[in-house]
């Protein structure tokens, strides 16, 4: 009997855990599959990052690393600095988990928005993240040194306990000043 798309989507289920640097290998092979592959001190750059500034996980089944996520806390802001899943395990769904657990923590710190670059060619990411709610909000021209192509910067609004925050850049009340007057505040 065939599996559902429900089941094959994270049949088995990954266990999402921290990365370290004993993960750096599969993450390494999983890398290298891409145009401008993170080299390890890169990695291990970000790893060093101070808790609290930068995290990381990988996703993994059956004990073999098949994706990771990385991130930095910036403001009220996080920023998916890469993202990736293995050639054999994509079209799962881990992509769309690795990045909801990230949504998840980042609200539980008071994050209101989530941004990242994407290139411009890569259609089955931006497809995802537009399934997220991501919107396309600015172009960064020729910002991949290996070939020069542009970048799209993609914006998420993330949801709170109390419903969406605000849009960027729209106007909310602020609380009262000291003198009792209500001004505007832009988030």
């Not at 001190?41 to 004990?63: C, D, H, K, Y």
């Not at 931006?126 to 970048?151: H, S, T």
């Amino acid at each position: 009997m065939p599996k559902s798309a429900a089941t094959k989507m994270l049949d088995p289920a990954p266990i999402l855990r921290r990365m370290t640097a004993l993960d750096l290998e599969p993450v390494l092979e999983i890398e290298a599959g891409f145009t401008a592959p993170w080299s390890r001190e890169m990695f291990l750059q970000e790893l060093r990052q101070e808790e609290g500034t930068a995290a990381s996980l990988v996703a993994e089944i059956g004990g073999r690393v098949v994706g990771y996520i990385l991130w930095w806390f910036v403001a009220d802001e996080v920023h998916i600095v890469n993202l990736a899943v293995h050639v054999g395990s994509r079209r799962r769904g881990l992509a769309r988990r690795l990045l909801d657990e990230v949504f998840r923590r980042a609200r539980t710190r008071g994050m209101a928005i989530a941004t990242l670059e994407v290139r411009f060619h890569n259609t089955a990411a931006i497809q995802l993240y537009e399934g997220l709610d991501f919107r396309k909000v600015a172009i960064r021209k020729a910002y991949y040194a290996d070939n020069g192509e542009d970048a799209l910067v993609m914006l998420k609004v993330l949801e709170t306990q109390a419903g969406p925050a605000s849009e960027p850049g729209s106007a909310v009340s602020a609380p009262p000043a000291p003198d009792g007057s209500r001004g505007e505040a832009i988030i």
